[in-house]
């Protein structure tokens, strides 16, 4: 113990609850370090040579060596399982919180399938609910100092589709904070998210759910959806501007969409916003779930390949709320952890919240990193499902469809999943 210096990458064999820190292997940052894990009552100390920035200090004489493993042996530890115990209490809390905002999803979503269920028999009424679910929302989000966007990686409710629309809804009204854009524009923005798709209930279901790619009448018929959805919108007496979303939610940047070839800024802002939120959910959750791209991939995808499709000031806007590794990526810690992306806090979006897979603790007491309070980890990069070993894969589980909600933990925030 008396050979570690700042630079090892040491490994501790002891289990996740008999020290405090939050990896059981990592590289020393400084002294206090040094100091805690002599004081775990440990006589020696596995390092890595090849992670290490320098090798072990000399070795002291046997007899001073000795009378310091009398000392080590006899540790007064009290400090150090009163860190771990602190620690693991706020790993309860943040996984306490996650049942709270996956409820909150679930009754959202509940509430927008009651309104896209009920639109053509009680149409007054559910234009009535989702107004007022969405004013609910954007008062929650507005509300709060930082938005912090989860993945829903539970057993929260089925895979409808109609969560695609909570998903285009949350991600449209995350960067709408972040631009800063009025409360009324604000509405009038998640009006048309929520109902970007309303069209598909004119377009026969083989079509919807058809998994290989569709034939030329079968793709006319389909892109038919955002003239049949604006129609559906005048019946509902919707404002001419969430018209506009309805009808330009498939319109891209370079002139290439659909259904009027809308090239730059003749597409709406709002629906430019809407255009890059459905975009990505659509790469993340296609039909055929085969075809499903990682969210970092996704975020990949449609900045370095297709980034001329979109409103490139609002695609940098959304990639700074969601970071480089989005909620719902699987990714590698340097020291070799791997672990899921649960939560990004849009503010320091490169300080996520991540579930760490360990195989000595239970999935339901998974330890989860929030990496603006440890410095030393850093994340080395995102790994594919299919790379990750079948045991690591079922015990983060991520879900095949990613879903996206926000903390609803203010006043009055629990409202809007009402």
Known sequence: MDQLRIGLYIHLDLKWFDHPFSFSNFKIKNEAQIKTIQSLGLKSIRYDPVLSDFNPLPQKTQQIQETQVQVAAKPD???????????????????????????AFVNTAKTIHGIEKNLFTMPA?????????????IDSLLSSPELAIHAMIGKA????????????????????????????????????????????????????????????????????????GVGIGQRLG????????????????????????????????????????NHYDELCNPVNINDALT?????STMFAKLRNKFDQKMLQVFIRCLGVYPPGTIVQFSNGVIGMVVTVNTAKPMKPLVLIYDADIPRDEAILVDMECEADANIAKAIRPAQVPREIYNYLSPRKRVNYYFDPSKPGQEQAAR
């Open 77 to 103: 530890i009290s400090p150090v399982l009163a860190a771990k115990l602190a620690l693991v209490e706020r790993i309860q809390l943040q996984r306490e919180a996650a049942a709270r905002i996956e409820n």
């Open 125 to 137: 009424e559910t234009v009535r609910k989702a107004t007022q679910l969405v004013d609910q929302i």
């Open 157 to 228: 409710g089925a895979e409808e589709m109609y969560f695609h629309s909570l998903n285009v809804t949350m991600l449209s009204l995350m960067m709408a904070r972040d631009i800063e854009l009025p409360q009324e524009v604000v509405s009038t923005l998640g009006i048309g998210a929520l109902f970007h798709d309303i069209g598909h209930k004119e377009i026969p279901s083989k079509i919807l759910m058809k998994k290989d790619p569709l034939n030329q009448a079968e793709r006319h018929l389909f892109e038919m959806h955002c003239e049949y």
């Open 238 to 277: 919707l404002t001419p501007a969430v018209l506009a979303i309805i009808r330009e939610h498939h319109e891209l940047f370079d002139g290439t969409g659909y259904p009027s070839k809308l090239k730059g800024e003749a597409i709406g802002l709002l629906s430019r916003i809407v255009v890059i939120a």
């Open 295 to 299: 969210p970092h991939e996704a975020l």
